[in-house]
């Protein structure tokens, strides 16, 4: 038998409301001992009507409760002075009565304490509930906030770098432009790098630097031959893009050297092991 | 005698009905009373007859509270049944019978509804909500069914319904009210848990 067919087919309520015959409710309630579903919403059925029963509750006269109660208890008292006149079995068993009723009310109140117990349960479900969404947006919030700023940063690096390609570009371009390799000496060999000089502009640019990373404290410098002695062409402090480097109108040659940072003078000329060196 | 009524539990209630304590009679009456008179009112539609019912229902569940028996169900709902059962037989009766023989069936749904209105007025606000949520054709249902003591081939040939359409509204009537209370009970769950936040 499939219990779900048999709630649909709609005998359960007739069950409830009365309205079947001795043998159908009769087999309802084997039913309803077999399967606990059955049961289940025999309940429910009985609780909705019986709410609505409720529904048109009315106070009865008030002497109705004397009557009945004068029919029912004739000949013994009252009900306020009743002890006097009820039989001594129930005299003796009034204390534990009393009692009992007052455990009985006990067990009302623990009822709502129980109630009131659910109803802090369900407010401290309710404001964990809120701690960990809160949490949740805020960690959110930060990530947001750190993708933003990475987002910047790198916005910023790409606008950069164009600026600096472009520059480049227009270099390249630029006819009185002369290209010079750089090349690797003897202590450095695959280093590389590229000077662009304009004699008539006098603009040196450095770019395509191809050197190991400097040491801490050490800081590479470009040098230009000028009748034969090196001169302090500008000091390198990036890598990657194009640099601007002093100007100059008459170079024989460029060269790059590892130089303690704040690098050498023309004076001094340079200290440190020569990596590139490139004949204009 | 007093509207108030006597915070106990049920099985403390019982214990004492069983142990035929005058006082068990008196907290039951206090308790449930305006509940069955309204369910015999609704049925019987006559304060006089009603009262009359009352006194009976009230009489069988005394002589009768040994043979209830908490498995089979709450206390309300042993005597909700009692007291139905009581008045639904007394306007099945022939002397009932005979006293509303003036007025055909229609014509008493009618009276139901007209005297419902203006006599419980006082207590009316909970029933309208529920009548406003449940459709007129599904009321008449559960009211020719619960209150009436009607079968569902009654309320078919009595009313020139096919049996299939009665059993449909009867269904939805009930889902309907399930809903509803569904509804109202969580509504009273919140404002129990406003009342502590």
Do not use: C
């Amino acid at each position: 038998m499939n219990i779900q067919e048999y709630i649909e087919s709609g005998i359960i309520e007739n069950y409830v409301l009365g309205a079947t015959t001795a043998g159908e409710s009769a087999e309802v309630e084997r039913m309803a001992l077999e399967y606990p579903d059955i049961q289940k919403e025999i309940e429910a059925i009985k609780t909705s009507l019986e709410n609505y029963a409720i529904q048109y509750e009315k106070e009865p006269p008030a002497f109705l409760k004397d009557k009945i109660m004068g029919e029912l208890f004739s000949g013994q008292s009252a009900i306020g002075s009743q002890q006097s006149a009820v039989g001594g079995r129930q005299l003796m068993s009034d204390n534990n009565i009393d009692k009992e009723i007052v455990s009985l009310r006990t067990s009302s109140s623990q009822r709502s304490i129980f109630r009131m117990a659910a109803s802090w349960a369900l407010l401290a479900l309710s404001v964990g509930a809120n701690i960990w969404f809160f949490k949740n947006w805020k960690n959110s919030e930060e990530k947001l906030v750190a993708l933003e700023s990475q987002n910047q940063i790198l916005a910023k690096e790409g606008k950069a770098l164009k600026a600096s390609y472009n520059e480049e570009v227009a270099i390249l371009q630029n006819p009185d432009f002369k290209v010079i390799k750089l090349i690797g000496q003897k202590d450095s060999p695959t280093s590389t790098a590229m000077v662009y000089f304009d004699k008539k502009q006098q603009s040196v640019y450095l770019s395509s630097l191809n050197l190991p990373q400097a040491p801490t404290g050490k800081q590479y410098q470009l040098w230009a031959f000028v009748d034969g002695k090196p001169v302090d062409a500008g000091l390198i402090d990036q890598n990657g893009n194009i640099l601007k480097m002093k100007q100059f109108a008459k170079v024989e040659a460029f060269a790059i050297s590892l130089e303690n940072t704040g690098g050498s003078t023309t004076e001094a000329g340079p200290k440190g092991t020569v990596y590139v060196v490139g004949a204009v | 005698m007093s509207k108030r009524k006597t915070i106990i539990a049920e099985d403390a209630l019982v214990s004492l009905l069983q142990s035929k304590d005058q006082r068990g009679f008196s907290i039951l009456y206090d308790n449930y009373s305006s509940a069955l008179y309204g369910v015999i009112l609704k049925i019987v539609r006559s304060e006089e007859i009603a009262a009359d019912v009352m006194q009976d229902a009230f009489v069988k569940i005394w002589k009768n509270i040994e043979g209830y028996n908490r498995t089979k169900g709450t206390l309300f709902t042993w005597i909700l049944n009692v007291a139905r059962n009581t008045a639904i037989d007394r306007i099945r009766s022939q002397e009932f019978q005979n006293s509303q023989k003036n007025q055909d069936l229609d014509s008493s749904i009618n009276f139901i509804d007209n005297q419902g209105s203006s006599q419980f007025d006082v207590d009316a606000i909970g029933i309208r909500k529920v009548v406003e949520n449940l459709r007129p054709e599904h009321q008449q249902m559960i009211d020719l069914l619960y209150f009436q003591g009607y079968t569902q081939a009654e309320v078919a040939e009595e009313f020139n319904i096919p049996l299939g359409t009665v059993k449909t509204r009867v269904k939805a009537a009930v889902v309907q009210l399930r809903q509803y209370f569904l509804q109202a009970g969580l509504i009273s769950l919140f404002s129990i848990l406003e009342k502590w936040i």
